[in-house]
């Protein structure tokens, strides 16, 4: 797990998949085009809609895939500042926090590869570090299953969409102070005004600054995000927005790898759940910023042609400490130790060019999407060795008896490890026709051209490749409040890693299916999901071992693997003071031979939060949320032996009283049963999550 190679053209993919901000065509009726000069803006504003699995504006209930949205109002209810947070209550997506500050996405057993913004971004290869905020977004939508419309990929495990606050029609402000157990400490802010009395120009400003302790040992995290947009109409055709992003994100007492979690004899550690393999001196940081830039033309009524560009850069400092081995269960000594210094410099540019609208053909309404995407990243990655005496040392006893029993070491000059250039271009294409008023054909396609060239801890990653994949979806509205749905798609994924060669592996190719059912209850305000999917994934790439001259560069085996099961879901609310939002998913993943593989995914995870406005007590709500899952284990082949993770639930709860309307008082509470259990058992090393805690918020509104 000592990765030197720090997943380079990972970073720069998502870098690019998070700094991207465009708004969504809003097609006006032949009505409303006389006054467009007064209301083109402010109806984007008043009725922006999302691209969702498939590049077309398209409802929940419409859209061929399982999906799920979190809006703004639920991530404050939670207090879900951070993604991790968030996602881990999204029916389907398991968080794997492998290490302090870096983290996988799983859906449906695959690691999730795509993060986006407003419906842009690029694949990457799943490893996040950091952990983002989540103030700067209006809602998160998370599309499950393979969706290479909106990707260019068909990974079959989904994508995370995030989109942006953007200014409203009126004046809005609010500021909330949260304090909480470990010394947490929030501020909030946001603020969307109007700039002229028409409406047509507007901006809006978010902030936000937190800091916090740890129940991990020596463990501190400090986070500061600041983002800006500005909107108008030029004319009575053209809208233009404009913005800037920035979020800086430092840990100190940072971990790079994690607990180890096997003795020397292959039996499981049992260390306290404060335990840090970091030290006092180590830290991991991550500053990102963004620069974008947004056009929209209505070329006619309902056609709108939209180009957006982005440009942002990406730091990456760090100062760690990894443990390898295992340790004596009698003695708690024989891990050795490796400092190491890291600093990784990412510029990317992205753009987006589309074409949608609808269109009128035998009696019935059909729409379409053309677009052209280019990104081009490179990424420099610095790094400093200590002394050879200083480096590859037996540790003290573990766990440390302090966060400096690892003195700091002599760091050396600082050399460039890394040299990288990645391009991803596409064209897409998708096209919805009915068939009947009730019966709908959706079918696109991408064609995707992907080159990778440098550098890479003195490994070659040159590579190009092309691929052109069908999207397939098909509803059909069989009687009021009841569609039933299927969608295909290829599977193509570029994979950056090596093969036991130390060779580029190649992309992961294959097929995915999902066919199910949706139904809209309680005159539509709640949504039930029920999805059956499948996908077969070959030349997966499944971590082996490690080479290279000094043993740090991790290669991987072309496997064939597939994943099958079902998901069922509600959303939304069953009466005007009850919300509900939550699911069940239940897989299987196997090999060639039927075996089971990837074991360390849960197989059966269920999630659901609510809120309940009580009755008769003005302005108090009641909240909860609940994750369970059940337990997972990982054969580690140095030992023999096997770690496992029983089944476990964490609950949460909240309440809120609301005083008039511009005061909010919220108490909460997670981890409530305080129950113990391990982040992830992606590795052979993780950590505890967090036990039971608290937090205390006030919100005023102006």
Same mark, same amino acid.
């Given at each position: ?23 969504h065509p809003f097609a006006v009726s032949a009505a409303e085009s006389d006054s467009l000069e007064t209301v083109l803006i402010t109806a984007q504003r008043a009725a922006r809609t999302s691209k969702g699995a498939t590049g077309l504006e398209l409802t929940l209930a419409d859209t061929p895939q399982s999906e799920t949205v979190i809006d703004a109002t639920t991530l404050d209810t939670f207090a879900l500042h951070d993604t991790n947070d968030m996602l881990k209550l999204v029916t389907g997506v398991n968080v794997e926090q ?42 998160? @939508? ?18 995370? #969409? ?17 304090? &909480? ?46 983002? &800006? ?36 004899? $292959? ?6 759940? !404060?335990?840090?393999? &970091? ?9 990102? %910023? ?113 966060? #400096? ?93 090596? #093969? ?18 949706? !139904? ?24 082996? $071992? ?20 079902? @998901? ?73 032996? %096997? ?31 305080? @129950? ?7 590795? #052979? ?18």
């Amino acid at each position: 797990m000592r990765v030197k190679s720090w997943d380079w053209r990972g970073r720069a993919a998502f870098l690019l998949g998070g700094i991207v901000a465009a708004g969504h065509p809003f097609a006006v009726s032949a009505a409303e085009s006389d006054s467009l000069e007064t209301v083109l803006i402010t109806a984007q504003r008043a009725a922006r809609t999302s691209k969702g699995a498939t590049g077309l504006e398209l409802t929940l209930a419409d859209t061929p895939q399982s999906e799920t949205v979190i809006d703004a109002t639920t991530l404050d209810t939670f207090a879900l500042h951070d993604t991790n947070d968030m996602l881990k209550l999204v029916t389907g997506v398991n968080v794997e926090q492998a290490e302090s500050d870096r983290t996988y996405y799983n859906s449906r057993g695959f690691d999730l590869t795509s993060v986006q913004v407003d419906g842009i971004g690029m694949p990457f290869d799943g490893l996040i570090v950091g952990d983002g905020d989540t103030a700067l977004y209006d809602k998160v @939508e998370v599309v499950r299953g393979a969706n290479g419309l909106l990707t260019g990929t068909g990974n079959p495990s989904g994508t995370v #969409n995030f989109v942006r606050k953007r200014p409203t029609n009126d004046f809005q402000a609010s500021g909330t102070l949260t304090y &909480g157990t470990w010394d947490l400490k929030r501020i909030d802010l946001d603020v969307s005004t109007p700039l002229v009395a028409s409406g047509q120009w507007a901006a809006r400003v978010v902030a936000a600054d937190q800091s916090r302790d740890s129940w991990l040992d020596y463990y501190h995290n400090k986070r500061q995000v600041l983002y &800006g947009v500005v909107d108008g109409q030029i004319g009575d055709r053209i809208t233009v927005a404009a913005g800037f992003s920035y979020q800086d994100n430092k840990s100190t007492g940072a971990m790079w790898g994690a607990v180890p979690l096997l003795y020397s004899d $292959g039996t499981q550690t049992d260390y306290p759940v !404060s335990t840090n393999s &970091g030290q006092d001196w180590t830290y991991w940081q991550q500053r990102t %910023t963004s620069s974008f830039g947004e056009l929209s033309v209505t070329l006619a009524p309902r056609w709108m042609l939209k180009s957006t560009a982005t440009y942002g850069t990406y730091q990456e400092p760090s100062r760690l400490l990894y443990l390898d081995g295992t340790t004596d269960p009698s003695t708690n000594l024989g891990l050795v130790a490796y400092p190491d210094m890291f600093d990784v410099h990412t510029h990317s540019v992205l753009s987006d060019t589309s074409i949608a609208g609808s269109f009128d053909l035998f009696g019935l309404t059909h729409e379409a999407v053309l677009g052209l995407s280019l990104a081009d990243a490179s990424s420099h990655t610095f790094e400093r060795d200590p002394p050879a005496d200083q480096s590859g040392f037996d540790a003290p006893a573990f766990p440390f008896a302090s966060g #400096n029993a690892i003195p700091l070491p002599d760091f050396g000059d600082r050399y460039i490890a890394a040299d990288t250039h990645t391009l991803f271009n596409r064209v897409y294409g998708a096209t919805r026709l009915s068939f009947t008023k009730s019966l709908k054909l959706i079918a696109g396609f991408n064609a995707v051209d992907y080159t990778a060239s440098g550098v890479n801890y003195g490994v070659s990653g040159d590579k190009h490749e092309k691929s052109t994949a069908p999207y397939l979806g098909a509803t059909w509205n069989v009687v009021p409040h009841l569609n039933l749905y299927a969608s295909y798609s290829d599977i193509f994924q570029p994979q950056d890693y090596l #093969n036991p060669a130390l060779q580029p592996i190649g992309s992961a190719k294959g097929k995915s299916y999902e066919a199910g059912a949706k !139904s809209e209850w309680f005159d539509g305000k709640l949504l039930g999901t029920f999805a059956l999917f499948k996908a077969d994934q070959d030349n997966f790439a499944q971590f082996a $071992g490690y080479a290279g001259p000094d043993f740090t560069l991790p290669y991987y085996d072309g496997i064939s693997i597939r994943s099958q099961g079902f @998901e069922l879901e509600v959303s939304g609310k069953i009466a005007q003071s009850l919300t509900l939002h939550g699911g069940y998913t239940q897989l299987r993943m196997t090999d060639p031979s039927g075996a089971d593989t990837r074991t360390f995914v849960p197989r059966k995870t269920f999630k659901l939060l609510g809120t309940w406005q009580v009755p008769g007590v003005a302005g108090l709500e009641l909240g909860a949320d609940a994750r369970w899952q059940n337990g997972i284990r990982q054969f580690d082949a140095a030992t023999g032996g %096997t770690v496992e993770q029983g089944a476990y639930s964490i609950l949460g709860a909240e309440l809120t009283y609301q005083v008039g309307s511009r005061v909010e008082f919220t108490v909460r509470g997670d981890n409530l049963a305080n @129950e113990e259990f391990l982040t992830s058992l992606y590795w #052979n090393q993780a950590f505890h999550g967090e036990p039971r805690n608290y937090s205390a918020s006030v919100k005023v509104k102006l």
